[in-house]
C-alpha cells in the first residue's frame, strides 16, 4: 500500500479509536462509536484492497469520474460511501483531504452536545 501514513494521520485526529472487524477483515476508524473510515484487507494475507470512506453525495460522484481509483463504496451505501484503491494513484493530498472530510461529515451527524463529549474527551 502507498499510503504508509495512513494509521497514523487517522490516529492523530481527536477522539478517534479504531478496531477489528473480525467478520469482514477491515480495519475500522470510528469517532463516537461511528465508523469514518475502513482499511478492508484480503483474506488471508491481510493485504489492504480498499480503503473506504464517507463523502457527500456529490463530491464523491465528481471524484469517482476523475479518478478511476476511486469506486463506489464497497459493501456500503453506494451514495455515500467510496472506495479507493490503495495501490493507485489519488494524490496523497487529495486523500488525506478526503479522509477529513468523512470525519467532518460523521462527527457533524452528532449533536453539539455529543461532538464536545467526544472531542474533549
Not at 13 to 26: E, R, Y
Not at 91 to 118: A, H, T
Request: charged letters at 30%; hydrophobic letters at 40%; a neutral charge.
Amino acid at each position: 500500500m502507498r499510503y504508509d501514513w495512513l494509521d497514523a494521520y487517522l490516529l492523530q485526529k481527536k477522539g478517534v479509536t479504531k478496531d477489528l472487524q473480525a467478520d469482514w477483515n477491515w480495519i475500522r476508524y470510528q469517532i463516537g462509536g461511528k465508523m469514518f473510515a475502513a482499511l478492508c484487507l484480503e483474506i488471508p494475507s491481510d493485504k489492504p484492497y480498499y480503503i473506504t470512506l464517507k463523502l457527500e453525495p456529490a463530491q464523491g460522484e465528481a471524484l469517482r469520474a476523475q479518478y478511476e481509483d476511486i469506486v463506489p463504496g464497497y459493501y456500503m451505501n453506494k451514495m455515500h460511501w467510496n472506495s479507493i484503491k490503495p495501490d493507485g494513484v489519488v494524490p496523497d493530498d487529495l486523500l488525506k483531504d478526503m479522509l477529513d472530510r468523512s470525519y467532518e461529515l460523521v462527527l457533524g451527524g452528532f449533536s453539539k452536545k455529543r461532538q464536545r463529549e467526544i472531542l474533549d474527551a
